[in-house]
């Protein structure tokens, strides 16, 4: 499940910076920069999900113990 997690984090990462490069900057929620941004977005918080998972499977296994 971690490896798991960690690719999909990587290719998270990896379609934020590409959609980045993308978005027009001065106008970015016009034409094909909206969907640029939307998919960044997207994959923030893919990522942020991703990793309060992480966390909470931590906070699992720890709590197992006792």
Not at 45 to 56: D, E, G, K, Y
Request: glycine share 4%.
């Amino acid at each position: 499940m971690k490896l798991f997690i960690y690719i999909v984090m990587a290719l998270a990462a990896g379609l934020l910076i590409y959609n980045a490069t993308k978005v027009d900057y001065n106008a970015p929620l016009e034409g094909d920069s909206t969907v640029a941004v939307i998919c960044v977005l997207a994959a923030a918080c893919a990522i942020l999900l991703l990793w309060i998972l992480q966390t909470s499977l931590a906070i699992k296994k720890k709590s197992k113990r006792y």
